[in-house]
């Protein structure tokens, strides 16, 4: 693609992959260096400890050369059985997906329904996981951003849940769309598998993806009979200990990785995600000002990462995106699965500050003017008010 200058940066305001910043495009364009020579180890071994507290862990980190999909699979085949009950709680399209391939692993799951406006019911698992008296269940598995809905889950609701229910099952959580946004916890919640992706929080470009991993779950992979070979940690974890890789690592990612933490270390976790918690609000200030309704229904669920906006009945939310890509060179998230033609998504993740916001949210509103939507001006003035302190 050839950026036209009549364009100006083409706004890529989809919940991940994510705008990557200059500086990271910048380390990705280093030369590619030996993967088993001595500075690779150096690489290596630095950003497998510098990731660690994105994720709140001391414990090991794997990284893959894979989309999220791949860690989504290490995570089950690692840890689990055929046959094994795993409770999984559909909270959106990405939880239905996870569900379908625990399904073609030939795991068992049980599915706690939401409505999709809203994240992990907490007390339907405590009581399901109350109920398994014989201990079925091996596994709780929590989408803890649901990229389609922009419901966050509780996961520390989740652990204190599990542990009321005196159950033994491992905690195996995806933060593919809330990791280096909003804050996660691993080692505090006692997460067991966080499974996680490059290309949101992260800044970088898609194509690594993570697992990370408490002593309980390396522990029950020794006896997971589920077959893997190329998602095996063991070999993994063996050849991480001095900075190396099993099979080539995609260097180039590695260095962008490397850039990516420095980042995120330099502006402050804490501040990070306030700067992703102020930038959800105002947009959904615009989305209340516009008249419009969030998808998501509980304010205590509210996704900083992304906003779902649903549309007016008998409005389609497909055509208002391809005007607003038309007009305005602007791409915003699709509708998923059910949610197909009945929201847009917009994403306000990763290298992402007040005039970008301003920029997506005068995208959208000139947007629903032009296809004819049913709204009130004044979207981008309530976010302005808001991000200025006069709110
Ligand atoms: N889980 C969540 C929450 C996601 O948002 C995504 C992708 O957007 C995935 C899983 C799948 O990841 P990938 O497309 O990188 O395989």
Not at 33 to 42: I, K, N, Q, S, W
Not at 52 to 81: D, H, M
Not at 211 to 217: G, I, L, R, Y
């Given at each position: ?21 200059d ?11 030996d ?99 014989g ?20 996961i ?87 900075g ?17 933490l ?19 609000e ?13 998808q998501c ?12 906006v ?27 699965g ?27 509103e000139?947007?629903l ?20 302190g006069n709110?």
């Amino acid at each position: 693609f050839t950026s036209r200058p009549e364009n100006g940066r083409h706004f890529l305001q989809i919940p991940g992959p994510t705008n990557v910043p200059d500086r990271v495009l910048r380390a990705l364009d280093n030369p590619t260096m030996d993967h088993r020579g001595p500075d690779f180890g150096v690489l290596g071994k630095r950003v497998l400890d510098k990731i660690k507290p994105v994720f709140g862990t001391t414990g090991p980190v794997v990284i893959y050369p894979a989309s999220g999909t791949g860690a989504w699979e290490a995570a089950l085949v690692n840890t689990l059985s055929p046959g094994d009950t795993v409770l999984m709680c559909e909270t959106g399209w990405f939880a239905h997906l996870w569900r379908e391939m625990a399904e073609r692993l030939a795991l068992k799951p049980r599915l706690l329904e939401t409505d999709w406006r809203r994240a992990a019911d907490v007390p339907a698992i405590e009581a399901a996981l109350r109920a398994d008296k014989g201990h079925e269940i091996k596994a709780v598995c929590v989408v803890h951003n649901e990229t389609s809905t922009g419901c966050t889950s509780r996961i520390d609701e989740v652990r204190r849940a599990m542990d009321a229910a005196g159950h033994p099952a491992l905690l195996l959580v995806d933060t593919i769309s809330s990791l280096g946004s909003i804050e996660y916890r691993h080692d505090e919640w006692r997460v067991d598998v966080t499974v996680s992706g490059s290309q949101k929080g992260l800044m970088l470009p898609p194509g690594l993806s993570f697992n990370a991993v408490s002593e309980k779950a390396l522990k029950a992979s020794e006896t997971a009979k589920l077959p893997r070979a190329f998602w095996d940690w063991k070999p993994m974890l063996a050849a991480n200990a001095t900075g190396y890789f099993p099979y080539t690592p995609a260097t180039n990612m590695l260095y962008a990785l490397d850039t990516a933490l420095d980042m995120l270390a330099e502006e402050g976790l804490p501040n990070v995600f306030a700067r992703h918690d102020r930038h959800a609000e105002a947009t959904r200030r615009a989305v209340r000002a516009w008249g419009l309704e969030v998808q998501c229904a509980e304010p205590r669920h509210y996704s900083s990462a992304l906003t779902a906006v649903r549309l007016p009945e008998g409005h389609s939310a497909n055509a208002l995106r391809a005007a607003i890509l038309e007009r305005f060179d602007m791409s915003l998230g699709n509708g998923l699965g059910r949610l197909n033609d009945r929201v847009f998504r917009i994403g306000h993740l990763g290298a992402f500050n007040d005039l970008s916001l301003l920029g997506t949210l005068g995208g959208v509103e000139m947007g629903l003017r032009v296809a004819g939507v049913p709204h009130q001006p004044g979207g981008v003035g309530a976010a302005m008010d808001y991000l200025s302190g006069n709110a």
